[in-house]
Protein backbone atom coordinates (compact mmCIF):
# COMPACT_ATOMS: atom_id res chain seq x y z
CA UNK A 1 0.00 0.00 0.00
CA UNK A 2 0.77 3.73 -0.44
CA UNK A 3 -0.11 6.35 1.06
CA UNK A 4 -0.11 9.94 -0.42
CA UNK A 5 -0.62 13.82 1.28
CA UNK A 6 -0.61 16.68 -0.75
CA UNK A 7 -0.18 20.19 0.75
CA UNK A 8 0.66 23.65 -0.85
CA UNK A 9 -2.42 24.10 -2.61
CA UNK A 10 -4.10 28.29 -1.67
CA UNK A 11 -4.89 31.09 -3.51
CA UNK A 12 -3.06 33.28 -5.87
CA UNK A 13 -3.75 36.02 -8.26
CA UNK A 14 -3.02 35.61 -11.89
CA UNK A 15 0.58 35.19 -13.09
CA UNK A 16 1.65 34.13 -9.54
CA UNK A 17 3.59 31.08 -8.83
CA UNK A 18 2.87 27.87 -5.89
CA UNK A 19 4.65 24.53 -5.51
CA UNK A 20 2.55 21.63 -4.61
CA UNK A 21 3.90 18.80 -2.59
CA UNK A 22 3.32 15.29 -1.70
CA UNK A 23 4.72 12.80 0.49
CA UNK A 24 4.56 9.26 0.10
CA UNK A 25 4.71 6.20 2.32
CA UNK A 26 5.39 2.77 1.66
CA UNK A 27 7.73 0.73 0.07
CA UNK A 28 6.97 0.80 -3.90
CA UNK A 29 6.90 5.01 -3.82
CA UNK A 30 10.40 5.03 -4.90
CA UNK A 31 10.15 2.65 -7.31
CA UNK A 32 6.91 3.63 -9.16
CA UNK A 33 5.95 6.32 -11.58
CA UNK A 34 4.44 9.12 -9.73
CA UNK A 35 1.55 12.12 -11.56
CA UNK A 36 -0.21 14.81 -11.06
CA UNK A 37 -3.47 15.38 -11.83
CA UNK A 38 -6.41 17.92 -11.44
CA UNK A 39 -10.30 18.52 -11.54
CA UNK A 40 -12.13 21.49 -11.57
CA UNK A 41 -16.02 21.61 -10.64
CA UNK A 42 -18.36 19.47 -13.23
CA UNK A 43 -14.79 18.55 -14.94
CA UNK A 44 -13.70 15.02 -15.24
CA UNK A 45 -10.27 14.76 -13.30
CA UNK A 46 -7.47 15.18 -16.10
CA UNK A 47 -3.68 14.85 -16.77
CA UNK A 48 -1.29 17.43 -15.54
CA UNK A 49 2.50 16.06 -15.07
CA UNK A 50 3.61 12.46 -14.46
CA UNK A 51 7.84 11.50 -13.79
CA UNK A 52 9.32 8.16 -14.15
CA UNK A 53 10.59 6.74 -10.96
CA UNK A 54 13.84 7.72 -10.63
CA UNK A 55 12.92 11.45 -11.99
CA UNK A 56 14.38 10.81 -15.62
CA UNK A 57 11.85 11.64 -17.48
CA UNK A 58 8.93 13.64 -17.40
CA UNK A 59 5.97 14.06 -19.41
CA UNK A 60 3.21 17.25 -19.29
CA UNK A 61 -0.57 18.37 -20.47
CA UNK A 62 0.03 20.67 -23.86
CA UNK A 63 -1.84 23.28 -21.30
CA UNK A 64 0.94 23.60 -18.73
CA UNK A 65 3.73 22.95 -20.60
CA UNK A 66 6.34 25.39 -20.23
CA UNK A 67 4.89 26.26 -17.13
CA UNK A 68 4.73 23.64 -14.44
CA UNK A 69 7.88 21.67 -13.95
CA UNK A 70 7.29 18.20 -11.94
CA UNK A 71 9.98 17.13 -9.88
CA UNK A 72 10.90 13.91 -7.01
CA UNK A 73 13.48 13.63 -4.16
CA UNK A 74 13.29 9.81 -3.40
CA UNK A 75 15.43 10.45 -0.13
CA UNK A 76 12.32 12.32 1.29
CA UNK A 77 10.19 10.31 -0.53
CA UNK A 78 8.18 12.92 -2.11
CA UNK A 79 7.10 14.14 -5.43
CA UNK A 80 6.29 18.34 -6.42
CA UNK A 81 4.72 20.62 -8.98
CA UNK A 82 6.02 23.85 -9.44
CA UNK A 83 3.48 26.02 -11.19
CA UNK A 84 4.54 29.16 -12.56
CA UNK A 85 2.32 32.05 -14.54
CA UNK A 86 -0.58 30.70 -12.70
CA UNK A 87 -4.09 31.15 -15.04
CA UNK A 88 -7.47 31.56 -13.66
CA UNK A 89 -8.37 28.35 -15.75
CA UNK A 90 -5.55 26.23 -13.65
CA UNK A 91 -7.83 26.64 -10.72
CA UNK A 92 -8.80 22.79 -9.16
CA UNK A 93 -8.49 20.35 -6.67
CA UNK A 94 -5.06 19.17 -7.62
CA UNK A 95 -3.83 15.41 -6.81
CA UNK A 96 -0.87 13.37 -6.31
CA UNK A 97 -0.89 9.81 -7.62
CA UNK A 98 1.25 6.70 -7.41
CA UNK A 99 1.82 4.56 -10.73
CA UNK A 100 1.63 0.64 -10.65
CA UNK A 101 4.85 0.86 -12.24
CA UNK A 102 8.02 2.78 -12.83
CA UNK A 103 7.45 5.30 -16.05
CA UNK A 104 5.46 8.06 -16.63
CA UNK A 105 2.00 7.79 -17.04
CA UNK A 106 -0.74 9.92 -18.25
CA UNK A 107 -3.82 7.49 -17.95
CA UNK A 108 -5.45 7.87 -14.88
CA UNK A 109 -5.77 4.05 -15.11
CA UNK A 110 -2.59 3.67 -14.55
CA UNK A 111 -2.62 5.04 -10.95
CA UNK A 112 -3.69 3.01 -8.25
CA UNK A 113 -2.93 5.14 -5.44
CA UNK A 114 -4.25 8.66 -4.86
CA UNK A 115 -4.13 11.36 -2.32
CA UNK A 116 -6.84 13.58 -0.99
CA UNK A 117 -6.05 16.97 -3.20
CA UNK A 118 -5.15 19.95 -2.87
CA UNK A 119 -7.45 23.05 -3.24
CA UNK A 120 -5.76 25.44 -5.94
CA UNK A 121 -7.59 28.64 -6.57
CA UNK A 122 -5.82 31.18 -9.17
CA UNK A 123 -7.56 35.38 -9.17
CA UNK A 124 -8.16 37.16 -12.16
Known amino acids: QVQLVESGGGLVQAGASLTLSCVGS????????AGWFRQAPGREREFVAAITWNGGFTSYADSVKGRFIMTRDNAKNSVYLQMNSLKPEDAAVYFCASAGGSSAYRSRNMYPYWGQGTQVTVSS
Open 26 to 33: GRTFNSSG
